[in-house]
């Protein structure tokens, strides 16, 4: 399996900021990589796809990069709406795996 | 707009069979465009790939519950179903139901989840 490392596990942020969200996969996925948004009680959202590629209907305050095996979202002028976790997820293998999530607090 | 809705079962009891489906509006699942996929997230926690179906009936699992599931189309009724047989509280979880791209390999469009309890 390709083990996804989300750091940190979870990060508060004043209205905004500019945060960053780093993933490490274990092994080298080139771009298959997906961001995902969840808000509690709530399904994931799809925010960014193949590691930079942002989703129809998503703020461009997110913005996703990396190649490889280290990727990072970053999420310009933080807005109370953007609390949540984000998961990066692998799609290099079939067997899609998840990094454990990052809980978002606004402050 | 695409929706996909989960249906079955909130509590099962352990060693039972643990079933599920997701009737999806707005797409056909013969697309072949898609794939069908079930995901599910225990209470606090992460997110499990359990496995996918393809409009040809091709089948996909996670190796860790390989024996024991079974993903399914019902392409009369535009649904598809999850069977986890010989279930433990481990599987005690929010289950959705998603579509994931065939050529862009990611997940578009999920279900809203349904908690499934395994308890006696």
């Known amino acids: 399996d390709v083990q996804m490392t989300q750091s940190p596990s979870s990060l508060s942020a004043s209205i905004g900021d500019r945060v960053t969200i780093t993933c490490r996969a274990s092994q080298r996925i080139g771009t298959f990589l997906n961001w995902y948004q969840q808000k509690p009680g709530k399904a994931p959202k799809l925010l960014i796809f193949?590691?930079?590629s942002l989703q129809g209907g998503v703020s461009s305050r997110f913005s996703g990069s990396g190649s490889g095996t280290d990727f990072t979202l970053t999420i310009s002028n933080l807005q109370p709406e953007d609390s949540g976790t984000y998961y990066c997820q692998q799609s290099y293998r079939t067997l899609f795996t998840f990094g454990g999530g990052t809980k978002v607090e606004v402050k | 707009q695409v929706q996909l809705q989960e249906s079955g079962p909130g509590l099962v009891k352990p060693s039972q069979t643990l079933s599920l489906s997701c009737t999806v509006s707005g797409d056909s699942i013969s697309s072949a465009s898609y794939y069908w996929t079930w995901i599910r997230q225990p209470a606090g926690k992460g997110l499990e790939w359990i496995g996918r179906i393809y409009m040809s009936g091709s089948t996909k699992y996670n190796p860790s519950l390989n024996s024991r599931v079974t993903i399914s189309l019902d392409t009369s009724k535009n649904q598809f179903s999850l069977k986890l047989t010989s279930v433990t509280a481990a599987d005690t979880a929010v289950y959705y139901c998603a579509r994931d791209d065939y050529d862009g390999y990611y997940i578009d469009y999920w279900g809203q989840g349904t908690l499934v309890t395994v308890s006696s």
């Open positions: 193949g590691a930079s």
